[in-house]
């Protein structure tokens, strides 16, 4: 059974990889308006907001990366295909043939 649970863990830590900053950006969204909800109804439990928050902080980001999104729903976040992240700065630009024609 050892030899099962690798493969599952590493394909479990691979996902929350590849969904890494779709979690970051969106789990205080999610897990603050649980918090919210918790104290107007009156629940203050420490180990129940800490086992709920962390828990609605990775399942609902990882739905919402899950789901398919409009194309232009990217270029609104300002991540469209003209920002090219991987050839940003200086360096980059001195190093395209392209440009320096």
């Known amino acids: 059974e050892a030899a099962g649970i690798a493969p599952r863990l590493a394909g479990g830590l691979a996902l929350l990889g590849r969904a890494s900053v779709t979690i970051y950006l969106m ?4 897990s603050g308006g649980l918090r919210v909800a918790l104290m107007r109804l009156g629940i203050e439990s420490v180990p129940v907001h800490l086992l709920l928050g ?3 902080g990775l399942a609902a980001p990882l739905f919402v990366h899950a789901r398919p999104v409009p ?3 990217p270029r609104l976040l ?3 295909p003209k920002i090219a992240l991987h050839a940003a700065g200086p360096r980059a630009a001195a190093a395209s043939p392209a440009q320096s024609q």
């Open 27 to 30: 789990h205080t969204i999610f």
């Open 54 to 56: 962390v828990g609605i």
């Open 78 to 80: 300002g991540l469209g």
């Open 71 to 73: 194309a232009a729903v």
